[in-house]
């Protein structure tokens, strides 16, 4: 069964900077790996997913995640955050499998610096 | 229309009421599910509809009765529920239903169980 890591329970960051939101995965097979957003008292949005090809993933607003699999690791990157990006981001990971169920990790939360 | 609605916002209800939560998607999406949130938490599945047929059940108590009247609809009864089932239940749709495909949330009930 496949597992999601997010080491970070909370990450402040001054708005303008980069920022880096880590996810390790675990999974026997090639895993399907997304980041959500989500603003307070709101649903998930995709921001982006990797299945397969490029291991560099561009997604909606200015964010990217890169794919390592010798380090078990999908982490979510912006070089320059602002004050809207503050919200809970949840790194999640799917299989190809019949068990069809995503498994989400247990989030970080970003807070942006004026 | 690639938008997941959910009604009401906001539910209050005693432990003896029955409730419905309802959610809509009009997307052609073939997967539904019931997903509930603590707060501070990830989304934790309850329920999963693949072509209108029940797929995953989560052990869910019976006081949660999911229904999925036609391909766009998803219903959620409550009955006989207990405070700790206050939480932000929220409904997704996908494609299909398997760990590979984009889950979209929708807004989100906010239960209040007193």
């Known amino acids: 069964a496949q597992s999601v890591t997010q080491p970070d329970i909370h990450i402040t960051v001054s708005e303008g900077a980069s920022l880096e939101l880590r996810c390790n995965y675990s999974?026997?097979?090639?895993?399907?790996l997304f980041w959500y957003v989500q603003s307070p008292g709101q649903g998930l949005q995709l921001l982006l997913k990797?299945?397969?090809?490029?291991?560099l993933v561009q997604g909606i607003k200015g964010f990217e995640a890169e794919f390592k699999r010798s380090q078990s690791s999908f982490n979510l990157r912006k070089p320059s955050v602002h004050w809207s990006d503050a919200a809970e981001y949840f790194c999640?990971?799917?299989?190809?499998?019949?068990?069809?169920?995503?498994?989400f990790g247990s989030g970080t939360r970003l807070s942006i610096r004026p | 229309d690639t938008e997941v609605t959910q009604t009401p916002k906001h539910l209050v209800m005693g432990m003896t009421n029955k409730k419905s939560l309802k959610c809509e998607q009009h997307?052609?999406?073939?997967?539904m599910y019931w997903y509930k949130q603590k707060a501070k938490k990830p989304p934790e599945l309850m329920f999963v509809y693949s072509y209108e047929k029940l797929s995953i059940n989560e052990s869910v108590p019976s006081r949660f009765s999911p229904e999925c009247p036609n391909s766009s609809l998803l219903n959620l009864h409550l009955h006989a529920l207990q405070p700790e089932d206050s939480a932000l239940y929220l409904c997704?749709?996908?494609?299909?239903?398997?760990?590979?495909?984009?889950?979209?949330f929708g807004p989100g009930t906010r239960l209040t169980v007193l």
């Open positions: 999974y026997g097979a090639t895993p399907y």
């Open positions: 999640a990971v799917g299989a190809d499998s019949s068990a069809s169920k995503i498994i």
């Open positions: 997307m052609g999406h073939r997967a």
């Open positions: 990797y299945f397969s090809g490029d291991t």
């Open positions: 997704a749709s996908s494609q299909e239903s398997s760990g590979t495909g984009e889950q979209f």
